[in-house]
């Protein structure tokens, strides 16, 4: 029922920013949380950041500090703005959305933005 499109991807050196872009197929208003996650090749995929239909934000401890996630109301996108990027930042990043529908919590999933960090 709901679609995520992530973009924003690509190439740049340590310390670069990039800023990712999560498009969803309905309003964000209408979903209960948004995050962001990524996954590296053979380790496991961690979350980076959350934002509420509320507006509230959270961030893992590790990344707080240099990541900001965003919603674009106009495009009715979810973003997520990094800084200082370091080479371990290198992974696929993900869009998630919750969604309580059907008297059940469902999750959505991106099919991905490649983000390499070269050093």
């Known amino acids: 029922q709901v679609q995520l499109v992530e973009s924003g991807g690509g190439l740049v050196q340590a310390g670069g920013s990039l800023r990712l872009s999560c498009a969803a197929s309905?309003?964000?208003?209408?979903?209960?949380?948004i995050d962001w996650y990524r996954q590296a090749p053979g380790k496991q995929r961690e979350l980076v950041a959350t934002?509420?239909?509320?507006?509230?934000?959270d961030y893992t401890d590790s990344l707080k500090g240099r990541t900001t996630i965003s919603r674009d109301n106009v495009k009715n996108t979810i973003d997520l703005q990094m800084n200082s990027l370091k080479p371990e930042d290198t992974a696929i990043y993900y869009c998630?959305?919750?969604?309580?529908?059907?008297?059940?919590?469902?999750?959505?999933w991106g099919q991905g933005t490649q983000v390499t960090v070269s050093s």
């Open positions: 309905i309003s964000i208003f209408s979903i209960n949380a």
């Open positions: 998630h959305a919750l969604k309580y529908e059907l008297r059940n919590w469902r999750h959505y």
């Open positions: 934002i509420t239909k509320s507006g509230n934000t």
